[in-house]
């Protein structure tokens, strides 16, 4: 799989989520996806991560009379969990692979292989949700991890 230009986005996705998938251990060792590109629409079993893009930005064009641009992606993996370890861990894990997963260019699954270049990490923000399902009240402990990657867009 390579990102092209015409799918930049959605290739994007599928590649983190393919490779989080190939390389993040379930912690709690379902034969299931856990890892997702939307958030789920019915319930779960935590925990899960959802990677989605959050912006797309044509930053730079390359040049004078040049359909080629530097774009900036920026992608949001959120880890849901069921507790404050967990949560913590499976962040510190993806954060891990991802700083991991650029170099070198010995397997065609490292990012920038797939012209994803510059990895960044922008933030990463605790977040805790309290939601009543059934009529019991759960907390819902997640974490978004905000990244950028550089893409030459235009070149193929």
């Known amino acids: 799989m390579t990102v092209s230009t015409a799918t ?9 989520r393919n490779n989080l998938r190939n390389n993040i251990t379930d912690p709690i060792e379902r034969k299931t996806n856990w890892i997702l590109t ?3 629409k019915k319930a779960v079993s935590y925990p899960i991560i959802t990677i989605k893009n959050s912006n797309l930005e044509f930053s730079e064009r390359l040049g004078m009379n040049q359909e080629k641009y ?3 992606l920026d992608l949001e993996i959120r880890v849901w969990a069921r507790n404050e370890i967990e949560r913590d861990s499976l962040s510190q894990s993806i954060i891990t692979y991802l700083n991991s997963n650029q170099f070198p260019y010995t397997t065609s699954e490292t990012s920038s292989n797939m ?15 309290i939601k009543g399902i059934g009529g019991a009240v759960q907390t819902v ?11 030459l867009y235009g070149f193929n």
């Open 8 to 16: 930049v986005i959605s290739d994007t996705v599928l590649f983190l």
């Open 38 to 40: 939307s958030y789920p």
């Open 70 to 72: 530097l774009v900036t």
């Open 115 to 129: 012209e994803l270049h510059d990895l960044r990490v922008n933030n990463v923000i605790d977040i805790d949700e």
């Open 141 to 151: 402990l997640s974490k978004i991890i905000s990244i950028t990657y550089k893409y």
